[in-house]
């Protein structure tokens, strides 16, 4: 079982930044690809950004390409994703997900969630 624990969320004006990690204690961490998803209220949980296990390929979704940087420290078994110029439209709950030895934007393809983060974006 890999526990996730998402935190950085919070308020900031449009055109801020904010830091978001993910973190575990599963010392294996590295041999997981990540992902950050979102969900805002009313809307399905939507794909922002990957980072590969091997790698460290990355991906991102064409809303935030450009803005939003994923990242990961595996000394500190820790997944990051700083994002700048923030608009109203990033306001979501965001969640990590981590999946054994697998980068994907497909959601039904991870095993393991945190609890999310909210962010919000005021304009």
């Known amino acids: 079982q890999v526990q996730l624990v998402e935190s950085g969320g919070g308020l900031v004006q449009a055109g801020g930044s904010l830091r978001l990690s993910c973190t575990t204690s599963?010392?294996?961490?590295?041999?997981?690809?990540v992902s950050w998803f979102r969900q805002a209220p009313g809307k399905e949980r939507e794909f922002v950004a990957l980072?590969?296990?091997?790698?460290?390929?990355?991906n991102y979704a064409d809303s935030v390409k450009g803005r939003f940087t994923i990242s990961r420290d595996n000394a500190k078994n820790t997944v990051y994703l700083q994002m700048n110029s923030l608009k109203p439209e990033d306001t979501a709950v965001y969640y990590c997900?981590?999946?054994?030895?697998?980068?994907?934007?497909?959601?039904?393809?991870?095993?393991?969630w945190g609890q999310g983060t909210q962010v919000t974006v005021s304009s």
């Open positions: 997900a981590a999946a054994w030895r697998r980068a994907t934007i497909t959601r039904v393809a991870y095993e393991y």
């Open positions: 599963r010392r294996t961490f590295g041999n997981y690809g």
């Open positions: 980072i590969g296990w091997n790698d460290d390929n990355t």
